[in-house]
């Protein structure tokens, strides 16, 4: 074989080999690229079912949270625990103590806690004694408070620990001369106790 022709066929060889060579190289870095982008797809599946998934959790969740308590005694009424005996006789002494508690006299400012304490507990008394002082003292303009009609209401939640009471006053002021200078409207919440037979006023608190 001639010189020139081993040259060529030498030239032809190396050519194809290099070929070969490059032509592995690029398949390798082609299914390396592919392999890397399946696995990055992956999580990428999995992270978007999380997310389809995760604020129906969530909701659910915050709805079982806030949820109102339901208080055991909702929708009950005193005739559910007391007698009609019992819630008339309470009735009766939540207005008694009403009308010695609500009118103000300005010669005598004790007067409203000494009428109302024969319907009241010994330590409502002595609470109410107590605080006679703080009491707000009669103006020429506000020197007297009288009572013109009183409902007694029950309560729009009954419970077994204590006969609770609602009573709306509607009373007007008058002036040191007896003029009426101002009408007035106001409530009270009254918590009544049984002792020895006979319902007193243990707490009350007005309302407005």
């Given at each position: 074989?001639?010189?020139?022709?081993?040259?060529?066929?030498?030239r032809i060889?190396?050519?194809?080999?290099?070929?070969?060579?490059?032509?592995?190289?690029?398949?390798?870095?082609?299914?390396?690229?592919?392999?890397?982008?399946?696995?990055?797809?992956?999580?990428?599946?999995?992270?978007?079912?999380?997310?389809?998934?995760?604020?129906?959790?969530?909701?659910?969740?915050?709805?079982?949270?806030?949820?109102?308590?339901?208080?055991?005694?909702?929708?009950?009424?005193?005739?559910?625990?007391?007698?009609?005996?019992?819630?008339?006789?309470?009735?009766?002494?939540?207005?008694?103590?009403?009308?010695?508690?609500?009118?103000?006299?300005?010669?005598?400012?004790?007067?409203?806690?000494?009428?109302?304490?024969?319907?009241?507990?010994?330590?409502?008394?002595?609470?109410?004694?107590?605080?006679?002082?703080?009491?707000?003292?009669?103006?020429?303009?506000?020197?007297?408070?009288?009572?013109?009609?009183?409902?007694?209401?029950?309560?729009?939640?009954?419970?077994?620990?204590?006969?609770?009471?609602?009573?709306?006053?509607?009373?007007?002021?008058?002036?040191?001369?007896?003029?009426?200078?101002?009408?007035?409207?106001?409530?009270?919440?009254?918590?009544?106790?049984?002792?020895?037979?006979?319902?007193?006023?243990?707490?009350?608190?007005?309302?407005?």
């Amino acid at each position: 074989m001639e010189t020139r022709t081993k040259v060529i066929l030498f030239r032809i060889t190396l050519v194809l080999v290099v070929a070969f060579f490059v032509g592995g190289y690029f398949h390798q870095r082609n299914q390396d690229s592919r392999e890397a982008n399946t696995t990055k797809e992956v999580p990428q599946e999995s992270s978007q079912s999380t997310e389809s998934f995760t604020p129906f959790q969530k909701e659910k969740s915050t709805n079982e949270s806030t949820e109102p308590m339901k208080s055991p005694n909702e929708g009950k009424k005193l005739a559910d625990f007391y007698s009609t005996e019992d819630i008339e006789a309470s009735k009766k002494v939540a207005e008694d103590f009403v009308r010695g508690l609500y009118p103000m006299d300005g010669n005598d400012m004790n007067k409203s806690v000494n009428d109302s304490s024969p319907y009241a507990t010994e330590n409502l008394t002595k609470m109410m004694k107590s605080e006679e002082n703080a009491m707000q003292r009669p103006t020429n303009e506000l020197f007297s408070r009288s009572l013109k009609e009183i409902v007694v209401k029950e309560p729009d939640e009954a419970t077994p620990d204590g006969i609770t009471l609602d009573v709306k006053v509607t009373g007007e002021f008058k002036n040191v001369k007896g003029e009426v200078t101002e009408s007035d409207q106001t409530s009270y919440s009254l918590q009544l106790i049984k002792e020895n037979d006979t319902f007193k006023v243990a707490e009350y608190s007005i309302l407005n």
